[in-house]
Every structure is written in structure tokens, then in C-alpha cells.
């Protein structure tokens, strides 16, 4: 007897073969589309946090030019200190809004405010604004850093960017010197 056809193996044989072919692709090209929005999301959170230490910076800076306005800079760096680092030292945090140019002091026994995009200005902000919120939160943190005896003390800011991405938390610390450069 000579029948022609495909047995029931080599039919599952050629289905086997015929899904590798196609599964091991797919299964790439998933990883890579993972790949590539956490790449996103890293660069975003690096963003954000970096904008954490220009905002200190501007706020510093803001205090000199307006006791230079005034015509004495002798306690600018103080009234900055005082005026917007304070609740922010170790072990404490604040947020950081930049829209209003200012530092929050976080309460620890509540959840982290998660940032929103403000679909007018593209700007990540801490405020409602009744927009959903995106996965970040960020932080900035002040640390005392050694200076010359009698001299004011630099500070260190670590400005950090949490999100969870696939159920797995991740996160971004910069951290730069701020100086009482007046």
C-alpha cells in the first residue's frame, strides 16, 4: 500500500519546528521592547532628579541676587539655608516641585506623592493636577559636608527618582555639592 500524506508525527514534528521558528523572534523581540522602556524610564528618572539639584541650585542662587538687590550678600547663603534646606537635612527628605520653585518637606507616615505630567507644559509636577499620575517619585536629601574652620559648610544633595517597573522597584540617586559661592 502506497498512501501519500503526512503521518500524525511528522504533522506535530513540523508544528514543533514551524513554532521555535516563529517563538524564538517574538520572545526577542518582547525582551527588547522591555529593554527599551526601561532604558526610557531610566533616562526620565535621571532627568528628574537632576532637575532636583538645578532646583536647589536656583533657589540658592535666587537668595544671593536678591540680598545683592538689597546690597549686602553677607547672610544670602544663611537665609537660603534657612529659607529652603532646613526641613530637607538627613535624615529627612523633601519634594520638589519645580513649577513654584519650591522644597516640601516629606511626612514619612504618608505614601510619596507620585509625580504627573502637565499635559500643557510637559513638565513633571508633584502638584494634583488631575492628570494620572506616572510612576516616578523623587526626593531630595541634604547632607553637612567638612569645610574650613570658620567657613560655611558646603552641603551634598542626593536627589533620588523611584518607579516600579514589571512589579520590580528601581531607582536613580544623583548627588552633587552646593556651595556658598558668594
Keep these: 500500500m502506497n498512501k501519500k500524506g503526512f503521518t500524525l508525527i511528522e504533522a506535530l514534528v513540523a508544528i514543533a519546528i514551524v513554532a521555535l521558528a516563529i517563538g524564538g523572534?517574538?520572545?526577542?523581540?518582547?525582551?527588547?521592547?522591555?529593554?527599551?522602556?526601561?532604558?526610557?524610564?531610566?533616562?526620565?528618572?535621571?532627568?528628574?532628579?537632576?532637575?532636583a539639584l538645578?532646583?536647589?541650585r536656583y533657589l540658592r542662587d535666587t537668595?544671593?541676587?536678591?540680598?545683592?538687590?538689597?546690597?549686602d550678600t553677607t547672610g544670602a547663603w544663611n537665609k537660603f539655608l534657612t529659607d529652603h534646606?532646613?526641613?530637607c537635612y538627613t535624615p529627612q527628605?523633601?519634594?520638589?516641585?519645580?513649577?513654584?520653585?519650591?522644597?516640601?518637606?516629606?511626612?514619612?507616615?504618608?505614601?510619596?506623592?507620585?509625580?504627573s505630567v502637565n499635559t500643557a507644559t510637559g513638565q513633571y509636577v508633584q502638584a494634583a493636577t488631575g492628570e494620572p499620575p506616572s510612576p516616578f517619585t523623587r526626593t531630595l536629601q541634604v547632607v553637612n559636608v567638612s569645610s574650613e574652620e570658620g567657613g560655611p559648610q558646603d552641603k551634598e544633595l542626593a536627589a533620588t527618582?523611584?518607579?516600579?517597573?514589571?512589579?520590580?522597584?528601581?531607582?536613580?540617586?544623583?548627588?552633587s555639592h552646593l556651595t556658598a559661592w558668594q
Design 161 to 175: 527618582t523611584a518607579w516600579t517597573f514589571h512589579g520590580t522597584p528601581y531607582s536613580v540617586t544623583v548627588t
Design 63 to 71: 537668595a544671593y541676587l536678591d540680598a545683592y538687590k538689597d546690597g
Design 85 to 87: 534646606l532646613v526641613p
Design 54 to 56: 538645578e532646583q536647589a
Design 25 to 51: 523572534p517574538l520572545y526577542s523581540a518582547s525582551r527588547s521592547l522591555v529593554a527599551a522602556q526601561l532604558s526610557r524610564d531610566r533616562l526620565v528618572a535621571l532627568y528628574l532628579a537632576q532637575e
Design 93 to 115: 527628605v523633601c519634594t520638589v516641585e519645580p513649577a513654584s520653585h519650591t522644597l516640601r518637606s516629606y511626612d514619612e507616615s504618608a505614601a510619596l506623592p507620585k509625580l
